[in-house]
């Protein structure tokens, strides 16, 4: 490899063949935002629609996909917390004006850990070690919150203010019991998305991996909390035999810096992971990962510590791969988010949420009552007695009690209950089942990302020039065509297999420019995985030779099984030795 | 049909089976914001995909997809002219605050045309005719222009405001330069995307129709002014007996309401169609919309007059489809838009956005040229010749003559220059090219509203019930598995059938709860094109009855030929006849 880091070649190669670029280029561009170009974007499509094969096809009777807006009324994020706590600190120069960071800055400056630390006590450090604007040496401020929401109003009052949605979730948890009943009342429910979300980051630099505009595979899976292990009996048999590398928060606190390695069954017996079908999905992640091309052993997952979790997680581990320029990286999060939002929009929405299952067979129960003496609220309140009695269910037997042991009487919206009047009792009661908030876990996947860790385990070398080794069906361009030479009969001829392939949906390149070496290279670099060449030998027999990229081996076969043969190769990764009489190599 | 129109029964069915709803529906809604659901997101999926098959892959030689950010910042729609020209008028009562469209007030009060009207007419009719606001009666304020763009912040400076796109064609234009690039310098090219865009409406009220938040699929198509039919003759015979229903501009000045039939020869030859290659495209959009299930008679273009065109367009087709309800819609536009936002964008980015096409032959050309007495300018300004220099070669041969003309010296940059010194002359050149910006014609559609259209144009009533007819390849979920009744030999052969199904790619709709008939009832109301059933005679011989939505009828055929049966049915619209040995049908 040349000077070049891995990353600075990918993202040569991605500008000049068209993976990706940082938008808005003729205006100087913008941080944080990229354009996926024809390659990207067919690229991004083929890993998404992996991930819903794996997450969502192959599970279609437990996740349906839906699809939300991006802008949301501020109430929705309000109840999620996020208009509170989606913050970064930030701290202003006093002198220039520049904003930073200001946990970054002092990880920077002075290598010293921030993560949980208040804007009071960077602040503090800021202080402490005079540090100074990185720019133009100014004195800096007090650190602040600043929240990550990009707000906007929705429609021409200015009160109506709106925020895009900086992770899919909330629209899931808002739809959810439409969805619920759509679905037939089934728990456990997924519901997943696919779909462009905004954060906007005080100063991204780390170009695709860390965007302020980026899309999210995601979704949110629903499970009655007293019955954990529903139906995952049917899934568990797939993942028997999968380990997961796990670095645990216990063990990091204890110092550990490796993962171990755990059987799924484990981490459910052993309670490390706290809810089964989170390692259920874990699970499916660590082979999701690794069909994009990264090995098991440069990824794990790791247990965030409290202080680092989202407001809303009572347990996450993200899945980290290694990549070459800044070692360990998120790909996912795993989190528990308990019934915490579904509880928080039952609140903010006034609206029940819960889910009622009933009972196989009706229970007897005891329950508290609270009685009051009707005849005598008939009496003393007579027409306003029917707003005492609705005042009065609105209260809670323990309400009820605590206000009679402490107080002797019953007060309510004004309202007072004598003693004597009103009481609590215990009777039995028949319940046909219960109502309860599902709780949820989440897996959650940048798609951007993903398709950098993608390109850079696919990146090879191999005699000085690049061959991206992408798994064959995610290659953008599924197959070259070339004709040997500008000979007019052999360029008919590749044309007319070329029309043949597309018409049967292949994404095919064609070139007829320069020596078949070149050609052959030019389709390497972007993953091309099979090539065909036209010879002259097809004029006479109507055989082709097909190419693999990651050997550079041929095979020569009939233009008749050409598509089943393409078919095999990329779909079901068929060896080219299988599909046609070996030949000599032609060219590089 | 019953006294619900076709679009509250749609409305309700889609609720009620998950193919839309309201976002937000827990938080009263609002309006202007719509959730995909289950059935909706796939069925989305597949309008778009096909769409991708009818313009990009058939044409994956000169069409390329690409992605860019919702959000751009505040220069991207000052050079495309949105933060301008993309406006409503709006007028707000004075008493109660509420704010309306005025000219949809003025229209829906008093019955007149307002489109092109200014503010200052549309305040002018208000007050002559004393409209006041429809809810509290107070008077009305003096008409403003709104601009429709979502405003927000990007990043921690208040400074630097960004938009959300209202279309995705600016991020094709920015990023012209790096595609064409690329793509090798090649045109005619097209650049597509896919994507969310937002428009903030005053008062949306037309449900799925009208949104503020919607999936835009369109392209500019970027051509050589100079060379409008370039490659349109690889092409074209395809569409050469399409007819197109067209209401021109001309006509509709003339009071002619009807649509007149052209073929796609005939507008080109006729220049109805300005460019050549808009007329491919729209014969491409009638045909796609046709497999959308749209009937060619309900369907036809109208060319916008000139105060109706957006201030980009120099042609504007609309492709209009008939709705119950609201009559005529557009569902997609064909705009003409000239060279006009690679102009303004290149003169608000100071980057060259032409590109170079060489002639075959270098051509000699007379071209006129400034030449000035160097020896002069150096004893003259000797430190600051050079920068003399480059002042005078920043002007054209134009501007000097006119000056010389006018003055009898140039000034340029407070330098003075002589008319002796510096004169115009004509030479002789070898010219190899040219230097120009590309045209561009612009095909763009309304994904949600091609989902309603889809449906309403599927929605038929059978014996009392919905039977959804979707064009099969467009069905959400492809098959249905029934196992007769509930016998567990049934539902075990069943679910297999069910396995195999899903393993090759299929979603399958699995039911087994109810009699057949209200199983097939289920199926149908949701557009279920085929449905399996598993019976007693399955055990027996291992054959299954196949049912056809649309005709009720029912074949018979061994399982192990379901797969390429179903495969046949669904993707080539093989009659059922065709699959199997007729049956009886054993439920509705």
New interface residues.
């Given amino acids: 490899m040349s000077q070049q880091d891995l990353y600075e070649k990918i993202v040569e190669l991605a ?4 993976f990706f ?1 940082p ?5 100087g561009g ?2 944080g ?6 390659l ?3 690229l ?1 499509k083929k890993i998404e629609n992996l991930w819903r094969e794996y997450f969502i ?2 599970h ?2 437990i996740i ?10 501020e ?2 994020f309000k109840a999620s917390g996020h208009v509170e706590h989606f913050t970064d600190p ?1 701290v202003e120069c006093l002198k220039c004006g520049r ?1 930073y960071r200001a946990d970054h800055l002092i990880e920077e400056k002075l290598g010293v850990k921030t993560e949980g630390l208040s804007p009071q006590e960077l602040t503090k450090i800021i202080k402490e070690h005079d540090l100074r604007c990185p720019v133009c040496g100014g004195q800096l401020g007090e650190v602040k919150l ?1 929240n990550l929401l ?8 200015s009160e109506n203010v ?1 925020y ?1 949605r900086p992770e899919a979730a909330q ?1 899931m948890f ?2 959810f ?3 619920y009943e ?2 037939r009342h089934k728990l456990p429910l997924g519901i997943a998305q696919i ?2 979300v ?1 954060r ?4 991204p630099r780390q170009g695709m991996m860390r965007l ?2 980026f899309t999210i595979m995601e979704f949110e899976f629903f499970f009655d909390p007293e019955n954990p292990h529903e139906r995952l009996d049917e899934y568990l048999p797939r993942v028997a035999d999968t380990k997961l590398r796990i670095l645990t928060a216990e063990a990091r606190e204890r110092g550990e810096e490796k993962p171990e390695e755990y059987t799924v069954e484990e981490v459910i017996r052993e309670g490390i992971i706290k809810v089964p079908w989170m390692a259920y999905w874990m699970a499916v992640a660590r082979d999701f990962v690794h069909a994009l091309g990264v090995p098991y052993e440069n990824m794990f997952f790791e247990e965030k510590l409290p202080h680092e979790r989202a407001h809303y997680a009572q347990q996450v581990f993200d899945q980290l791969v290694k990549v070459t320029r800044w070692g360990w990286v998120e790909v996912s999060g795993h989190a528990y988010r308990t019934d915490y939002d579904l509880s928080r ?1 039952m609140k ?2 006034g ?1 029940d ?1 819960t889910v009622f299952r009933p009972y196989p067979e009706p229970r007897v129960v005891r329950v508290k009552k609270v009685v009051v003496d009707k005849a005598w609220v008939g009496r003393t309140f007579r027409s306003e007695a029917p707003r005492v009695f609705e005042a009065i269910s609105r209260l809670s037997p323990e309400e009820v009690e605590k206000m009679l042991k402490e107080e002797g009487k019953v007060v309510v919206e004004g309202i007072e209950i004598p003693g004597d009047k009103i009481k609590v009792i215990e009777v039995e009661e028949k319940v046909s089942g219960r109502r309860f908030l599902p709780h949820v876990v989440e897996p959650s996947f940048g798609s951007e990302r993903l398709l950098y860790v993608t390109l850079e385990y696919a990146y090879t070398e191999r005699e000085g020039r690049v061959v991206l080794r992408l798994p064959r069906r995610l290659a953008p361009i599924e197959v070259a065509v070339f004709p040997l030479t500008r000979d007019e009969k052999l360029v008919e001829k590749a044309l007319g297999i070329k029309r043949m392939l ?1 018409d049967a ?1 292949f ?2 390149y ?1 070139d007829d420019d320069g020596s078949i070496g070149r050609r052959y290279a030019r389709a390497d670099e972007i993953g091309v995985p099979a090539a065909v060449t036209v010879d002259y030998r097809t004029l006479e027999d109507d055989t082709v030779t097909l190419r693999d990229r990651d050997t550079w081996k041929q095979v020569r076969l009939p233009v008749s099984k050409l598509l089943d043969a393409l078919r095999r190769f990329i779909n079901d990764n068929v060896e080219l030795e299988k599909l046609g009489e070996p030949v000599e190599p032609s060219g590089g």
Avoid: C
């Fill in positions: 500008k000049r063949r068209g670029w938008s808005y280029e003729i205006y913008v941080a935002f990229y354009d996926m170009g024809p990207g974007a067919r991004r096809h192959r279609q009777d349906v996909e839906i699809e939300t807006p991006i802008i949301a009324p109430i929705v930030i904003k600043f990009f707000k906007t109003t929705i429609g021409p009052y709106g895009l629209g808002v739809a019991k439409r969805v759509v679905m779909g462009r905004a906007n980051e005080i100063s302020r505009e929009h903010y929405s609206h949420l597309v949906g994404t095919v064609y």
